[in-house]
């Protein structure tokens, strides 16, 4: 699917993409083509560019993860969004599926992170401790199936790989998840974890920019989404 149907928002600011698993928020080690690249592309295609496009980054999704990615078109609009994502005021959800019923069907988690730059993975601890930093999240299971459940998740903190860490923490594991203990990869080489929702007010006009990605199509997503729109 091409960038052109994945574009969610765009003004003269901003543009929002629904990444797909695999891609990259922006550029690596790896050095492979990147989601901004991508859009960077269609900007200078679509607009009839001359020169370097400019495209800013204000947040990140991790590399198998899906979902919503948003970019700012102008500098005013990056410096802005970047205030708000490190604060609180932008509003995410995520959508995950895991391999075990959690113990209450809704609650809040609150962990220490502490990454481990090395492995690039991280681990949450119940109690603080040097180095950690406080990540919580709201969650709650929204549908099953015969062996995956469907949990929708509100984070308050955004610290590296939170939801995975701190499901891991309590013994879920998100399909697809060999990093955090999932026991085969998916055929996409992606995980379950999607970028669902974003609300937050826009950075130049002030109003309101509420969004919704769909989570990419297999037979698992697709009983899922049929489950929760019935």
């Not at 947040?59 to 609180?88: C, Q, W």
Request: net charge positive; proline share 4%; hydrophobic share 35%.
């Amino acid at each position: 699917m091409g960038i052109q149907e994945r574009i969610l928002y765009e003004d003269n600011h901003l543009i929002v993409v629904n990444k797909l698993c695999g891609e990259l928020v922006q550029g690596d080690q790896t050095g492979d083509v990147t989601l901004a690249d991508e859009v960077k592309e269609y900007l200078r295609i679509t607009y009839q560019k001359k020169g370097n496009v400019y495209l800013g980054i204000p947040h990140r999704l991790d590399r198998p993860t899906s979902g919503i990615v948003v970019y700012a078109k102008t500098e005013k609009a990056l410096i802005r969004l970047n205030e708000m994502f490190k604060g609180s005021s932008v509003k995410k959800q995520y959508w995950a599926i895991v391999d075990t019923m959690p113990n209450a069907t809704e609650g809040t988690l609150v962990h220490y992170i502490i990454r481990d730059t090395r492995t690039n993975k991280s681990v949450a601890l119940p109690i603080e401790r040097k180095g950690g930093k406080l990540a919580k999240l709201d969650y709650r299971v929204i549908a099953a199936s015969t062996n995956y459940y469907l949990l929708e998740i509100d984070l308050h903190t955004g610290r590296h790989h939170q939801i995975r860490a701190q499901f891991a923490a309590i013994g879920l594991h998100i399909k697809g998840d060999l990093k955090y203990g999932f026991p085969r990869s998916n055929p996409d080489g992606g995980i379950c974890l999607h970028a669902r929702s974003i609300s937050f007010t826009h950075p130049v006009k002030k109003e309101e920019v509420s969004l919704v990605a769909d989570p990419p199509h297999d037979a698992l997503w697709d009983a899922f989404v049929a489950q929760t729109n019935s």
